[in-house]
């Protein structure tokens, strides 16, 4: 680990690194009648997380905003409660890692080994302690018209950047009305939101009226990590599983699955959507366009 | 824990429970004309494996085949190398847990308890173990046609039985020439690879000259979890990372991703692939084929 330079202490932000990589990569690669062409692939690197010289984790990341990327897992994951807890993160790519430091290290040490022996790892998050934290949510609830989510849509497919160049890649953005705040893409869909989570500590928004968009699909941990965030309305490009929709029960948040051009399907919470433009009737396209994207 | 029944231990293969379970749900949701709609979604699962006792994982899975999910897990993590080692798989959804009990489990409880502490855990894997075994792999490679290819991908469109009715999956599919022998369908493009890999363990299934195919990216785990089958052709429907790319580049492992239809690009292993059938000039095709599916 190499040596910190604090700079920042009195504001209470911590400290960051600046160390966002380009995301995408340019390889020749062949196509079916043989003729080479340069493609542009995302990239992908393993960022291994030290709070206090402890290792914590290893993401793999498309790289572009580490330093959020770790506040917000460090966030979401329940670890550390209050950003001005922590000094410092420094992201180094040549040892592929990012040194947190907090001001009380006493503390975070005790509750960070806690959490790493009884939680066990999932495939896709440290799951034990997400799942216990939700007794303890309580989102406020707030009405969204139609006509919001179709402008918000039809601004939002102006973003992929890295998914237009590249593929590989899921975008995640929070959004005010039909605005987006922030979008972030990373090679995994937790990353990206909880890069979100990271930059909405560092900019202090809050999640309430807030809308969260994603083409990634809305599994449980998903629902979970925006709920965490105290956002009410969630929307995906994509498909839902049967534990995403039963948190978001639980939970009370409205989940929009299928959300693209004027199409989607509101699996919790119709009540807090206002159906104002109802679009023209036109069955045909409507039942094929469910089964299409996952 | 449930007291396990050890049935056969003669054949050398595991006692198996059949816990699988449906992988769809039929819920009511609520489209952009405020009709109310009967739609099929996704199951997902938490099972927590439990190795002689021990705490090692929970994974989120569709759970329709656990047993094998479950014994193509412990197998890709390294965990354990040989299938007759292991006596017995009960999955039991009460407690959503798999009990996995070892022949001689003095050897395994230290093994696993020094891989959980070195390794960290990863967001999609355990993945500190993984890459320490890259170094060990030798993969023998083989001839594939581009006709083989693409008889295989209109076989695999019969398939995704779960996709085409709830979404939220990812298909994978180990292939021998043109035919699917085994198809997989899971909430985590992980699970549906460690699932083939189980069953691989359990049929005595070799990997060489084997195709396997996946709707996922192929990100660095997939390549290194289809490296560890000794799979020498990987074929995705969507896109590659960088560091997939790097890893089958220095595996010598034949990466062929964007396959659909009559279109696929050849990112490493060109050598590998005879264009014996290129299809007809279509350049205004070919070019929007590329960044469609992530």
Known sequence: ????????????????????????????????????????????????????????????????????????????????????EIKSVQVDWETESAAIVTHSSYDWDDKLSQRTVTSGCGQGTVFGNMMEQLDDISIQKFNAKQSTLYALLANISKENEVYKRAGGVHGCALCENDEQLIFVEDVGRHNAVDTISGLMWLNNISGIDKTFYTTGRLTSEMVIKVAQMNISVLLSRSGITQMGLSIAQQLEITLIARAKGKHFLIFNGADNITLDVPPPLNRSHKTSANIKQS
Chains 1, 2 share one sequence.
Do not use: C, W
């Open 1 to 84: 680990m190499p040596e910190l330079n604090i700079i920042d202490t009195t504001n209470k932000l911590p400290f960051l690194s600046d160390a966002g990589l380009s995301p995408t990569f340019s390889v020749m690669a062949m196509d079916e009648y043989g003729t080479l062409q340069e493609k542009h692939i995302a990239g992908e690197r393993p960022l291994t997380i030290y709070v206090n010289k402890k290792e914590i984790v290893t993401l793999m990341t498309l790289g572009t905003q580490p330093e959020a990327l770790v506040l917000g897992y460090l966030r979401n994951q329940g670890f550390i409660s209050k950003i001005d």
